[in-house]
């Protein structure tokens, strides 16, 4: 038996900042004593370093150089807030001065559902050459990966850019144990192999789709640039928010076309707007249900809507 060296199919250096320093516009890389690696700097990086920012580290690739950044900031105060509330095919966010925004992500739920089909097509079409099916295959989930980053990376930032400019905290949705939920499995008797085994709750299509689900990479993306920006940042449990009526507090009825209604004040209106008031009601002790409620964008006529 002759095994095959190891090959390192992923190379990848991670360097400190002892072993960095910044230099007319290149960084220098110590490789050894009195031999240095110069690497030109992006726009955007030297934006960064103009800013005062502190180059903390570098990962090198064989064709990249990712340099990370940090830089002390100072969290303000918020004169008002944003809600946000994150689907499959859109984030919608309400501001506590009334303005509804609906980021339309539904290329991103389209995207997903042809990544699926594509992959499995290309299992069938090269299922007798594992080499070609790999690069296959990884080409088409770095395209995809891709296109997920671009699009988070455009919402988030557009969300982050909001809140700095107008003096915003930002209140988003805990979903923690989203998917640990969705995997969840239960004893029971397989008919295939005739045992008592774990057994999947929800099928498998609703966890594939929730698997898939871009959630978590998003309020990655969201977090860290609002606290770059000094922007307060307060995560909430969301169970609830889109079935309980912003007004009365009572149960909503749910209707199509993501539509929900309460029968006891006749509040009617979309149940990711509602979802979004529910959260900004978090904010502030003075918003919680009650009769002696102020009069806020919680249920601002211009949020809110009273059937007939």
């Known amino acids: 038996m002759n095994p095959k060296p190891p090959k390192a199919r992923r190379l990848a250096a991670k360097i400190g900042n002892q072993a960095l320093k910044v230099d007319k516009g290149t960084v220098r890389v110590a490789l050894k004593p009195r031999e240095w690696l110069y690497v030109p700097l992006h726009k955007r990086a030297l934006e960064f370093i103009e800013a005062g920012c502190k180059l903390r580290s570098a990962i090198l690739t064989p064709n990249t150089v990712h340099l990370t950044f940090s830089r002390d900031v100072n969290e303000v105060e ?4 944003v809600a ?7 984030v919608t966010l309400v501001t506590s001065d009334g303005e509804v925004k609906v980021h339309d992500l539904s290329r991103l739920k389209r995207a997903g559902y042809g990544y699926f089909a594509k992959r499995r097509a290309i299992q069938r079409m090269y299922r007798a050459d594992r080499r070609v099916l790999g690069k296959a295959l990884s080409r088409l989930s770095r395209n995809y990966q891709n296109l997920v980053s671009s699009e988070l990376h455009r919402v988030s930032a557009a969300i982050a850019k909001l809140c700095r400019e107008r003096g915003y905290g930002l209140i988003v949705e805990d979903l923690r144990g989203l998917r640990d939920n969705v995997n969840v499995k239960v004893k029971g008797f ?12 929800r ?3 609703l966890k594939r789709r929730l698997n898939n689900w871009w959630f978590k990479r998003f309020l990655s ?14 995560a909430v449990n969301p169970k609830g928010s889109s079935t309980t009526c912003p007004i009365c ?12 209604a309460c029968r006891s004040c006749s509040y009617y209106g979309d149940r990711h707007v509602t979802a979004c008031l529910i ?9 919680r249900f009650g009769v002696e409620r102020p009069p806020n964008v919680a249920v601002s006529p211009a949020l809110t809507t009273r059937a007939g």
Do not use: H
């Open 84 to 90: 946000i509330d994150v689907n499959e095919d859109n």
């Open 78 to 81: 918020p004169r008002g807030w």
């Open 221 to 234: 993306q969201l977090e860290y640039k609002a606290k770059w920006e000094g922007v307060k940042v307060k």
């Open 279 to 287: 959260l900004l009601k978090t904010s502030d002790v003075t918003l």
């Open 190 to 201: 397989n008919p295939y192999s005739g045992k008592i085994q774990p057994m999947p709750v």
């Open 249 to 260: 507090g009572s149960k909503l009825k749910p209707y199509p076309n993501g539509q929900v």
């Open 203 to 205: 099928s498998k299509e």
